[in-house]
C-alpha cells in the first residue's frame, strides 16, 4: 500500500511539473495575458463632463482595479475641479465689483440730474 500511495504522488509531482513547464503539444510555457487596460480614458481635447464619469469604467485587475488608472483619472478631475473652482471665483469677483458699480452709478445718477 505504501509502494502504490509513493508511486501516485509521483505521478501527481510528474503531471503538475509537465503542466506548469509545458510539456505536450504546446511550444513552451502558458503565454503571459495582456494586461487588461482601461478602454474609455477619459477625454484629453475637452473638458470632462458627467456624461464621461457615468461611462467611466475600469477593469478589473488582481486586487481590485489598477492603481494607475485610477490615480490618472482621480487627478484628471482633481485638476479640473481646482480649474472650475477658479474660474467660478473669478465669475464671482466680477460680478461682484460689476453689481458694486452698478449700485455706486445708479446712486450718482439722480443727484447729477437733480442739479440742472
Do not use: C, W
Amino acid at each position: 500500500m505504501f509502494l502504490f500511495l509513493v508511486i501516485a504522488l509521483a505521478v501527481v509531482v510528474a503531471a503538475v511539473t509537465l503542466a506548469v513547464v509545458g510539456g505536450g503539444e504546446s511550444d513552451g510555457p502558458l503565454p503571459e495575458a495582456a494586461p487588461e487596460r482601461l478602454h474609455d480614458p477619459l477625454p484629453l481635447d475637452r473638458p470632462v463632463n458627467r456624461a464621461d464619469i457615468e461611462t467611466l469604467r475600469f477593469p478589473l485587475a488582481a486586487r481590485g482595479y489598477r492603481m494607475s488608472d485610477v490615480d490618472d483619472a482621480l487627478g484628471r478631475l482633481g485638476a479640473e475641479l481646482a480649474e472650475r473652482d477658479a474660474r467660478i471665483a473669478d465669475l464671482e469677483s466680477a460680478l461682484a465689483g460689476a453689481q458694486a458699480t452698478a449700485t455706486h452709478v445708479s446712486m450718482e445718477k439722480p443727484a447729477q440730474e437733480e442739479r440742472p
